[in-house]
């Protein structure tokens, strides 16, 4: 087994997903939650105190905080559906050096050397190849029912254990 092949088109489901597991797996998301709850709390434990403005204000205030971010992200993911790289398939090739990624877009394919692999991961219907904390190159798990086993025993062979988080 010298390489690997497939390819996998992301959707802008898939990208809101991912943004959406990354905001709260994050400081960002909870912070959104921690932020809502204290709205919450306020206008629960101070109800009787509180004019009328702050008894419609406090638990207006918790669901803009809560509604947010999941909004904002989806509107990042609708734009960000609009730039080339995601009008195409991405073709993936798993070589005995790295992931090798191409696109009709690129001249060039990029190329993710097994040892700067940050991280490898399930996430519900997708693996995720994380090039840092952050960036990850989503490949839906519906694009590769087919070879899931054989990819996963490839990335086994040439991925460090702890950097391993798939099922």
Known sequence: MST????????????YKFNLHQAY????????????????????????ELNIQSKILCPVLALIVL??????????????????????????????????????????????PWSYVYKISNWKDYLLIYSNRVNAYIIP???????????????KNHVEDYKLQIK
């Open 25 to 48: 797996r994050s400081t960002q998301g909870w912070f959104s939650i921690i932020v809502a709850l204290l709205f919450l709390g306020t206008w629960v434990l101070k109800f009787p």
């Open 67 to 112: 509604c947010y971010l999941p909004f904002d992200l989806r509107r990042l993911a609708k734009n960000r559906m609009k730039q080339e790289v995601f009008q195409h398939p991405l073709n993936y090739e798993f070589t005995e050096t790295g992931v090798v990624i191409t696109s009709p877009t690129t001249d060039e394919p990029a190329e993710l």
């Open 4 to 15: 690997i092949r497939f390819s996998t088109q992301i959707k802008e489901e898939d990208l």
């Open 141 to 155: 798990m519906t694009d590769i029912e087919g070879q899931y086993s054989e990819i996963k025993e490839f990335i």
